[in-house]
Protein backbone atom coordinates (compact mmCIF):
# COMPACT_ATOMS: atom_id res chain seq x y z
CA UNK A 1 0.00 0.00 0.00
CA UNK A 2 1.30 3.15 -1.01
CA UNK A 3 1.04 5.79 1.86
CA UNK A 4 1.69 9.61 1.65
CA UNK A 5 2.70 11.68 4.63
CA UNK A 6 -0.08 14.16 5.92
CA UNK A 7 2.00 16.84 5.87
CA UNK A 8 2.75 16.17 2.49
CA UNK A 9 -1.18 15.83 1.27
CA UNK A 10 -1.43 19.22 3.43
CA UNK A 11 1.04 20.84 0.96
CA UNK A 12 0.06 19.22 -2.35
CA UNK A 13 -3.63 19.96 -1.65
CA UNK A 14 -2.84 23.83 -1.13
CA UNK A 15 -0.33 24.08 -4.38
CA UNK A 16 -2.94 22.75 -6.66
CA UNK A 17 -5.35 25.39 -4.41
CA UNK A 18 -2.97 28.26 -4.91
CA UNK A 19 -2.09 27.66 -8.64
CA UNK A 20 -5.95 27.67 -9.19
CA UNK A 21 -6.53 30.71 -7.57
CA UNK A 22 -4.05 32.79 -9.30
CA UNK A 23 -3.52 31.06 -12.56
CA UNK A 24 -6.88 29.87 -13.65
CA UNK A 25 -8.19 31.37 -16.70
CA UNK A 26 -12.19 31.28 -16.56
CA UNK A 27 -12.86 32.40 -12.30
CA UNK A 28 -16.04 34.12 -13.83
CA UNK A 29 -17.35 30.68 -15.31
CA UNK A 30 -17.61 28.99 -12.10
CA UNK A 31 -19.97 29.75 -9.76
CA UNK A 32 -18.17 28.08 -6.55
CA UNK A 33 -16.45 29.22 -3.25
CA UNK A 34 -12.44 28.36 -4.22
CA UNK A 35 -11.92 28.86 -0.44
CA UNK A 36 -14.77 26.84 1.04
CA UNK A 37 -13.67 24.35 -1.61
CA UNK A 38 -10.63 23.53 0.19
CA UNK A 39 -11.84 23.65 3.39
CA UNK A 40 -13.91 20.52 2.44
CA UNK A 41 -11.25 18.61 0.62
CA UNK A 42 -8.80 19.00 3.39
CA UNK A 43 -10.51 16.39 5.92
CA UNK A 44 -10.83 13.95 2.84
CA UNK A 45 -7.41 14.58 1.52
CA UNK A 46 -5.92 13.79 4.95
CA UNK A 47 -8.22 10.50 5.30
CA UNK A 48 -7.00 9.21 1.86
CA UNK A 49 -5.65 5.88 2.98
CA UNK A 50 -3.47 5.43 0.21
CA UNK A 51 -2.22 7.19 -2.77
CA UNK A 52 -4.96 6.26 -4.61
CA UNK A 53 -7.83 7.42 -2.34
CA UNK A 54 -6.00 10.77 -1.61
CA UNK A 55 -5.09 11.22 -5.88
CA UNK A 56 -8.82 10.24 -6.59
CA UNK A 57 -9.63 13.47 -3.73
CA UNK A 58 -6.94 15.44 -5.69
CA UNK A 59 -8.90 15.14 -9.03
CA UNK A 60 -12.39 15.59 -7.40
CA UNK A 61 -10.66 19.07 -6.04
CA UNK A 62 -9.65 20.16 -9.57
CA UNK A 63 -12.70 18.95 -11.51
CA UNK A 64 -14.86 21.37 -9.40
CA UNK A 65 -13.43 24.14 -11.72
CA UNK A 66 -15.21 21.85 -14.75
CA UNK A 67 -12.42 22.72 -17.51
CA UNK A 68 -11.18 20.07 -19.64
CA UNK A 69 -7.27 21.45 -19.39
CA UNK A 70 -7.75 21.88 -15.65
CA UNK A 71 -6.86 18.46 -14.09
CA UNK A 72 -4.96 16.26 -11.56
CA UNK A 73 -2.89 12.69 -13.14
CA UNK A 74 -2.45 9.80 -10.78
CA UNK A 75 1.50 8.42 -10.29
CA UNK A 76 2.70 6.18 -12.97
CA UNK A 77 3.75 3.55 -9.88
CA UNK A 78 -0.83 4.08 -8.80
CA UNK A 79 -1.96 3.26 -12.72
CA UNK A 80 0.47 1.00 -13.32
CA UNK A 81 -0.65 -1.11 -9.98
CA UNK A 82 -3.30 -3.63 -10.75
CA UNK A 83 -4.62 -3.28 -7.16
CA UNK A 84 -5.83 0.47 -8.07
CA UNK A 85 -6.44 -0.13 -11.52
CA UNK A 86 -8.12 -3.11 -12.40
CA UNK A 87 -10.56 -3.48 -15.02
CA UNK A 88 -14.21 -4.84 -16.07
CA UNK A 89 -13.72 -7.42 -18.72
CA UNK A 90 -15.84 -5.69 -21.17
CA UNK A 91 -14.57 -2.34 -22.83
CA UNK A 92 -17.20 0.37 -23.17
CA UNK A 93 -17.57 2.95 -25.52
CA UNK A 94 -20.65 5.93 -25.94
CA UNK A 95 -22.15 6.56 -29.12
CA UNK A 96 -24.45 9.28 -28.13
CA UNK A 97 -26.24 8.56 -24.78
CA UNK A 98 -25.68 4.85 -24.93
CA UNK A 99 -22.75 2.82 -23.41
CA UNK A 100 -21.99 -0.01 -25.56
CA UNK A 101 -19.38 -2.91 -25.08
CA UNK A 102 -17.51 -2.87 -28.06
CA UNK A 103 -15.01 -5.63 -26.64
CA UNK A 104 -15.23 -8.64 -24.20
CA UNK A 105 -13.22 -11.10 -22.15
CA UNK A 106 -12.93 -14.43 -24.23
CA UNK A 107 -13.97 -15.77 -20.69
CA UNK A 108 -18.00 -13.59 -21.11
CA UNK A 109 -17.69 -13.36 -24.18
CA UNK A 110 -20.76 -16.27 -24.82
CA UNK A 111 -22.15 -14.16 -21.38
CA UNK A 112 -22.02 -10.90 -22.84
CA UNK A 113 -22.27 -10.67 -26.48
CA UNK A 114 -20.86 -7.77 -27.95
CA UNK A 115 -22.37 -4.58 -28.51
CA UNK A 116 -24.50 -5.47 -25.75
CA UNK A 117 -25.71 -1.59 -24.49
CA UNK A 118 -25.76 -1.52 -20.53
CA UNK A 119 -28.54 0.15 -19.55
CA UNK A 120 -28.33 -0.15 -15.42
CA UNK A 121 -25.48 0.05 -13.21
CA UNK A 122 -26.57 -1.54 -9.79
CA UNK A 123 -30.17 -0.92 -10.50
CA UNK A 124 -29.49 2.92 -11.61
CA UNK A 125 -30.26 4.51 -15.16
CA UNK A 126 -26.94 3.92 -16.45
CA UNK A 127 -26.44 7.07 -17.20
CA UNK A 128 -27.36 8.55 -14.15
CA UNK A 129 -24.98 6.25 -12.56
CA UNK A 130 -22.28 7.64 -14.29
CA UNK A 131 -22.97 10.70 -13.61
CA UNK A 132 -23.21 10.66 -9.93
CA UNK A 133 -20.25 8.00 -9.51
CA UNK A 134 -17.58 9.01 -11.96
CA UNK A 135 -18.16 13.03 -13.32
CA UNK A 136 -17.11 14.40 -9.88
CA UNK A 137 -13.39 12.70 -10.64
CA UNK A 138 -13.43 14.26 -14.08
CA UNK A 139 -14.07 17.53 -16.50
CA UNK A 140 -18.01 16.95 -17.90
CA UNK A 141 -19.08 20.25 -18.46
CA UNK A 142 -19.42 18.61 -22.62
CA UNK A 143 -20.64 15.73 -22.00
CA UNK A 144 -19.73 14.51 -25.48
CA UNK A 145 -16.42 15.04 -25.01
CA UNK A 146 -15.56 13.80 -21.49
CA UNK A 147 -17.02 10.23 -22.93
CA UNK A 148 -13.40 8.82 -22.82
CA UNK A 149 -12.79 9.68 -19.69
CA UNK A 150 -16.02 8.97 -18.00
CA UNK A 151 -15.57 5.29 -19.65
CA UNK A 152 -12.31 4.90 -18.43
CA UNK A 153 -13.57 6.26 -14.86
CA UNK A 154 -16.55 3.60 -15.16
CA UNK A 155 -14.43 0.71 -15.99
CA UNK A 156 -11.40 1.23 -13.98
CA UNK A 157 -11.07 0.78 -10.45
CA UNK A 158 -9.31 -1.30 -7.50
CA UNK A 159 -9.13 -5.01 -8.06
CA UNK A 160 -12.01 -7.07 -6.85
CA UNK A 161 -14.89 -4.31 -7.05
CA UNK A 162 -17.51 -5.19 -8.79
CA UNK A 163 -21.29 -3.92 -9.86
CA UNK A 164 -24.60 -5.69 -11.16
CA UNK A 165 -24.78 -4.43 -15.11
CA UNK A 166 -28.10 -4.80 -17.03
CA UNK A 167 -27.40 -5.47 -20.56
CA UNK A 168 -29.69 -5.26 -23.53
CA UNK A 169 -29.00 -6.99 -26.81
CA UNK A 170 -31.46 -7.51 -29.73
CA UNK A 171 -34.61 -6.12 -27.49
CA UNK A 172 -33.21 -8.78 -24.49
CA UNK A 173 -32.43 -7.52 -21.16
CA UNK A 174 -30.07 -9.54 -18.95
CA UNK A 175 -28.30 -8.92 -15.44
CA UNK A 176 -24.53 -9.96 -14.47
CA UNK A 177 -22.33 -8.83 -12.27
CA UNK A 178 -19.02 -8.69 -13.30
CA UNK A 179 -15.87 -7.95 -10.89
CA UNK A 180 -12.76 -5.86 -11.89
CA UNK A 181 -9.61 -8.01 -12.36
CA UNK A 182 -5.98 -7.15 -14.09
CA UNK A 183 -6.43 -5.91 -17.48
CA UNK A 184 -3.18 -7.27 -18.30
CA UNK A 185 -4.18 -10.55 -17.99
CA UNK A 186 -7.58 -10.76 -19.42
CA UNK A 187 -7.57 -11.96 -23.46
CA UNK A 188 -10.02 -9.67 -25.52
CA UNK A 189 -12.68 -10.82 -27.68
CA UNK A 190 -13.71 -7.97 -30.35
CA UNK A 191 -14.77 -8.75 -34.24
CA UNK A 192 -15.02 -5.52 -35.63
CA UNK A 193 -15.24 -4.62 -39.28
CA UNK A 194 -12.46 -2.38 -39.70
CA UNK A 195 -13.63 0.80 -42.36
CA UNK A 196 -13.38 0.81 -46.13
CA UNK A 197 -10.06 2.47 -46.90
CA UNK A 198 -9.55 0.56 -50.39
CA UNK A 199 -8.54 2.75 -53.03
CA UNK A 200 -6.31 5.11 -51.38
CA UNK A 201 -1.88 5.27 -51.86
CA UNK A 202 -0.14 6.44 -49.10
CA UNK A 203 1.93 9.27 -49.84
CA UNK A 204 3.81 9.76 -46.15
CA UNK A 205 2.68 8.49 -42.54
CA UNK A 206 4.37 8.77 -39.07
CA UNK A 207 2.59 8.08 -35.37
CA UNK A 208 0.44 10.22 -35.54
CA UNK A 209 -0.24 11.07 -38.74
CA UNK A 210 -0.84 9.64 -42.41
CA UNK A 211 -1.07 11.93 -45.91
CA UNK A 212 -2.94 8.89 -48.57
CA UNK A 213 -4.52 9.64 -51.88
CA UNK A 214 -8.18 8.47 -53.30
CA UNK A 215 -8.14 6.53 -57.35
CA UNK A 216 -10.11 9.74 -58.09
CA UNK A 217 -7.53 12.43 -56.56
CA UNK A 218 -8.96 13.48 -52.88
CA UNK A 219 -6.14 13.98 -50.60
CA UNK A 220 -6.97 12.59 -47.23
CA UNK A 221 -4.68 13.67 -44.61
CA UNK A 222 -5.00 12.45 -41.22
CA UNK A 223 -4.06 13.66 -37.61
CA UNK A 224 -4.26 12.05 -34.36
CA UNK A 225 -2.05 14.81 -32.70
CA UNK A 226 0.04 17.80 -33.37
CA UNK A 227 3.04 17.20 -30.83
CA UNK A 228 5.48 15.62 -33.49
CA UNK A 229 7.72 18.31 -34.59
CA UNK A 230 9.07 17.40 -37.04
CA UNK A 231 6.00 16.23 -38.76
CA UNK A 232 5.16 19.89 -41.23
CA UNK A 233 8.62 19.53 -42.41
CA UNK A 234 8.41 15.65 -43.38
CA UNK A 235 4.54 16.40 -45.01
CA UNK A 236 5.85 19.69 -47.18
CA UNK A 237 8.31 17.48 -48.68
CA UNK A 238 5.80 16.11 -50.23
CA UNK A 239 3.99 18.69 -51.39
CA UNK A 240 4.62 18.23 -54.88
CA UNK A 241 2.85 15.33 -54.73
CA UNK A 242 0.39 16.46 -52.79
CA UNK A 243 -0.79 19.17 -54.75
CA UNK A 244 -2.01 16.86 -57.27
CA UNK A 245 -5.07 16.16 -55.47
CA UNK A 246 -8.16 17.62 -56.89
CA UNK A 247 -9.84 17.95 -53.60
CA UNK A 248 -8.24 17.69 -49.69
CA UNK A 249 -9.80 16.35 -46.37
CA UNK A 250 -8.23 16.85 -43.04
CA UNK A 251 -8.99 14.74 -40.49
CA UNK A 252 -8.63 16.13 -36.98
CA UNK A 253 -11.14 13.91 -35.36
CA UNK A 254 -9.48 12.93 -32.19
CA UNK A 255 -6.75 14.83 -32.29
CA UNK A 256 -5.54 14.99 -28.44
CA UNK A 257 -3.85 18.61 -29.12
CA UNK A 258 0.23 18.57 -28.69
CA UNK A 259 1.95 22.02 -30.04
CA UNK A 260 -0.54 24.36 -31.77
CA UNK A 261 2.44 25.90 -33.74
CA UNK A 262 2.41 22.29 -35.70
CA UNK A 263 -1.05 22.24 -36.55
CA UNK A 264 -0.65 25.89 -38.00
CA UNK A 265 2.10 24.94 -40.87
CA UNK A 266 -0.06 22.56 -41.93
CA UNK A 267 -2.86 24.97 -42.26
CA UNK A 268 -0.59 27.25 -43.94
CA UNK A 269 -0.56 24.75 -46.81
CA UNK A 270 -4.15 26.14 -47.47
CA UNK A 271 -3.63 29.58 -46.85
CA UNK A 272 -1.99 32.41 -48.95
CA UNK A 273 0.93 34.46 -46.80
CA UNK A 274 1.06 35.29 -43.00
CA UNK A 275 -2.56 34.95 -40.83
CA UNK A 276 -3.60 34.73 -37.37
CA UNK A 277 -3.87 31.62 -35.97
CA UNK A 278 -4.99 32.55 -32.48
CA UNK A 279 -6.81 34.96 -30.18
CA UNK A 280 -7.24 34.64 -26.66
CA UNK A 281 -7.15 36.49 -23.01
CA UNK A 282 -5.24 36.17 -20.33
CA UNK A 283 -5.10 37.31 -16.64
CA UNK A 284 -3.07 40.36 -15.52
CA UNK A 285 -2.89 41.10 -11.76
CA UNK A 286 -1.83 44.12 -9.78
CA UNK A 287 -2.30 43.44 -5.91
CA UNK A 288 -2.61 47.04 -5.01
CA UNK A 289 -5.89 46.77 -6.52
CA UNK A 290 -7.25 44.26 -4.64
CA UNK A 291 -5.73 45.60 -1.26
CA UNK A 292 -7.76 48.93 -2.17
CA UNK A 293 -10.91 46.67 -2.69
CA UNK A 294 -10.92 45.38 0.90
CA UNK A 295 -12.31 49.07 1.52
CA UNK A 296 -15.06 49.36 -1.37
CA UNK A 297 -18.04 47.76 0.29
CA UNK A 298 -19.72 48.55 -2.55
CA UNK A 299 -17.68 45.96 -4.45
CA UNK A 300 -18.13 43.32 -2.53
CA UNK A 301 -21.60 41.53 -2.86
CA UNK A 302 -22.28 42.65 -6.79
CA UNK A 303 -22.48 40.68 -10.20
CA UNK A 304 -20.05 41.44 -13.16
CA UNK A 305 -23.20 42.83 -14.88
CA UNK A 306 -23.88 44.95 -11.74
CA UNK A 307 -20.71 46.51 -12.20
CA UNK A 308 -21.06 47.00 -15.50
CA UNK A 309 -24.11 48.86 -14.75
CA UNK A 310 -23.33 50.93 -12.08
CA UNK A 311 -19.46 51.49 -12.48
CA UNK A 312 -17.37 52.91 -15.39
CA UNK A 313 -14.05 54.20 -14.08
CA UNK A 314 -11.17 52.33 -14.41
CA UNK A 315 -10.28 52.20 -10.84
CA UNK A 316 -13.25 50.25 -9.69
CA UNK A 317 -13.49 48.49 -12.67
CA UNK A 318 -9.83 47.02 -11.74
CA UNK A 319 -10.21 46.61 -7.89
CA UNK A 320 -13.45 44.43 -8.72
CA UNK A 321 -12.00 42.51 -11.10
CA UNK A 322 -8.40 42.18 -10.05
CA UNK A 323 -9.99 40.99 -6.18
CA UNK A 324 -11.56 38.38 -8.30
CA UNK A 325 -8.68 37.48 -10.54
CA UNK A 326 -11.19 37.96 -13.88
CA UNK A 327 -9.14 41.21 -15.26
CA UNK A 328 -7.51 40.35 -18.64
CA UNK A 329 -5.36 41.57 -21.23
CA UNK A 330 -5.97 40.27 -25.17
CA UNK A 331 -3.24 38.34 -27.02
CA UNK A 332 -3.40 37.48 -30.73
CA UNK A 333 -0.63 35.21 -32.39
CA UNK A 334 0.30 34.99 -36.19
CA UNK A 335 1.89 32.71 -38.58
CA UNK A 336 4.58 33.40 -41.00
CA UNK A 337 3.68 31.21 -43.63
CA UNK A 338 6.81 29.09 -45.11
CA UNK A 339 4.75 26.66 -46.42
CA UNK A 340 6.08 25.43 -49.70
CA UNK A 341 2.90 26.50 -51.31
CA UNK A 342 -0.75 26.87 -51.34
CA UNK A 343 -2.78 23.67 -52.36
CA UNK A 344 -5.88 24.24 -54.73
CA UNK A 345 -8.96 22.62 -54.25
CA UNK A 346 -11.97 22.02 -51.88
CA UNK A 347 -11.19 21.59 -48.43
CA UNK A 348 -13.54 19.75 -46.10
CA UNK A 349 -12.27 19.19 -42.33
CA UNK A 350 -13.33 16.18 -40.66
CA UNK A 351 -13.76 16.73 -36.23
CA UNK A 352 -15.89 15.65 -33.52
CA UNK A 353 -16.04 15.88 -29.65
CA UNK A 354 -12.43 14.40 -29.04
CA UNK A 355 -10.65 16.90 -30.97
CA UNK A 356 -8.99 18.87 -28.15
CA UNK A 357 -6.84 21.57 -27.34
CA UNK A 358 -4.34 21.79 -30.49
CA UNK A 359 -6.83 20.13 -32.45
CA UNK A 360 -9.17 23.16 -31.87
CA UNK A 361 -6.50 25.77 -32.55
CA UNK A 362 -6.35 24.01 -36.01
CA UNK A 363 -9.88 24.34 -36.72
CA UNK A 364 -10.10 27.89 -35.55
CA UNK A 365 -7.03 28.97 -38.06
CA UNK A 366 -8.72 26.57 -40.95
CA UNK A 367 -12.46 28.53 -40.18
CA UNK A 368 -11.31 32.04 -39.88
CA UNK A 369 -8.87 31.92 -43.00
CA UNK A 370 -10.24 29.18 -45.70
CA UNK A 371 -13.38 28.58 -47.27
CA UNK A 372 -13.24 24.69 -46.17
CA UNK A 373 -16.62 23.11 -45.32
CA UNK A 374 -16.23 21.57 -41.66
CA UNK A 375 -17.93 17.57 -40.98
CA UNK A 376 -18.63 15.94 -37.82
CA UNK A 377 -19.53 17.32 -34.65
CA UNK A 378 -18.86 20.04 -32.25
CA UNK A 379 -15.01 19.83 -31.22
CA UNK A 380 -14.42 19.39 -27.24
CA UNK A 381 -14.45 23.47 -26.24
CA UNK A 382 -10.66 22.58 -24.50
CA UNK A 383 -8.22 24.45 -25.07
CA UNK A 384 -5.78 27.02 -23.70
CA UNK A 385 -2.22 26.59 -22.54
CA UNK A 386 -1.85 24.73 -19.14
CA UNK A 387 0.40 25.13 -16.31
CA UNK A 388 1.57 21.73 -15.63
CA UNK A 389 2.83 21.01 -12.24
CA UNK A 390 4.48 17.74 -10.91
CA UNK A 391 3.89 16.41 -7.32
CA UNK A 392 6.42 15.35 -4.91
CA UNK A 393 4.07 12.47 -4.95
CA UNK A 394 4.68 11.46 -8.31
CA UNK A 395 1.60 12.85 -10.16
CA UNK A 396 0.75 16.02 -11.66
CA UNK A 397 -1.80 18.73 -12.67
CA UNK A 398 -2.67 21.06 -14.52
CA UNK A 399 -4.02 24.69 -14.61
CA UNK A 400 -5.70 25.97 -17.14
CA UNK A 401 -4.29 29.83 -18.26
CA UNK A 402 -5.54 30.74 -21.74
CA UNK A 403 -9.01 31.50 -22.45
CA UNK A 404 -9.30 30.72 -26.03
CA UNK A 405 -11.72 32.74 -27.94
CA UNK A 406 -12.87 31.89 -31.58
CA UNK A 407 -11.65 33.95 -33.99
CA UNK A 408 -15.12 33.90 -35.99
CA UNK A 409 -17.03 35.39 -32.37
CA UNK A 410 -18.44 31.77 -31.98
CA UNK A 411 -18.59 30.99 -27.87
CA UNK A 412 -16.31 27.66 -27.78
CA UNK A 413 -15.83 27.35 -23.96
CA UNK A 414 -17.06 23.94 -23.32
CA UNK A 415 -18.74 23.65 -26.32
CA UNK A 416 -16.39 23.54 -29.31
CA UNK A 417 -16.39 24.11 -32.58
CA UNK A 418 -19.74 23.87 -34.60
CA UNK A 419 -19.84 22.04 -37.72
CA UNK A 420 -21.20 22.66 -41.17
CA UNK A 421 -22.44 19.59 -41.40
CA UNK A 422 -22.97 17.36 -38.33
CA UNK A 423 -22.76 13.82 -38.82
CA UNK A 424 -22.35 11.39 -35.88
CA UNK A 425 -21.27 7.96 -35.63
CA UNK A 426 -24.02 5.29 -34.38
CA UNK A 427 -22.95 2.13 -32.50
CA UNK A 428 -24.84 0.50 -35.98
CA UNK A 429 -22.01 2.46 -38.19
CA UNK A 430 -19.34 1.19 -36.17
CA UNK A 431 -20.89 -2.61 -35.67
CA UNK A 432 -20.59 -2.25 -39.82
CA UNK A 433 -17.01 -0.34 -40.62
CA UNK A 434 -18.93 2.93 -41.80
CA UNK A 435 -17.36 6.11 -41.51
CA UNK A 436 -20.68 8.40 -42.66
CA UNK A 437 -18.54 11.56 -41.66
CA UNK A 438 -15.75 10.23 -44.54
CA UNK A 439 -18.29 9.24 -46.65
CA UNK A 440 -20.10 12.69 -46.58
CA UNK A 441 -16.87 14.87 -47.35
CA UNK A 442 -16.02 12.53 -50.07
CA UNK A 443 -19.80 12.85 -51.61
CA UNK A 444 -19.55 16.73 -50.85
CA UNK A 445 -15.99 16.92 -52.45
CA UNK A 446 -16.48 15.17 -55.02
CA UNK A 447 -19.12 17.41 -56.20
CA UNK A 448 -17.42 20.21 -55.78
CA UNK A 449 -14.43 19.35 -57.66
CA UNK A 450 -16.75 18.15 -60.36
CA UNK A 451 -15.07 14.52 -60.16
Known sequence: MHTIPDELKIYELSKLWKEAEYNFAFWDKVEIDWDEEYKKALPRVLAAKDAYEYYRELRRFAALLNDGHTDVSFPEYVWQD?????????????????????????????????????????????????????????????????????????????????????????????????????????????????????????????????????????????????????????????????????????????????????????????IDGDFQNFSGEMQTYQPTYKAWSVFRDDLKNISPSELEERYTDEESIKEYRMSRHIFFESVTEMTENHAPGKLNGPVAVLMNEYTFSAGEDFVDAMKANTDAVFIGCNTAGSSGQPLCTVLESGGAFRICTMRCIAQNGEDIYNKGFSPDIRVERSLADHIEGRDPAMEKAIAVLKEKARL
Not at 147 to 167: D, I, K, W
Not at 231 to 253: N, Q
Request: negative net charge.
Open 82 to 270: AQYFSAFPVYLFRFGKDIAVICVSEEYKDRIPLYSVVRKIDGKDAGEYVRENCYPYIWHANEAACGRNAMAELMYGRAGTGALFTFEKDGREFDITITREDAAKIKWYAETPAADETGRRLIVSGDSYKCEMTDDGIAILKFTSFDDGSMPETVYGHFEELSKAKAFIIDVRGNTGGNSFNGHRIAAMF
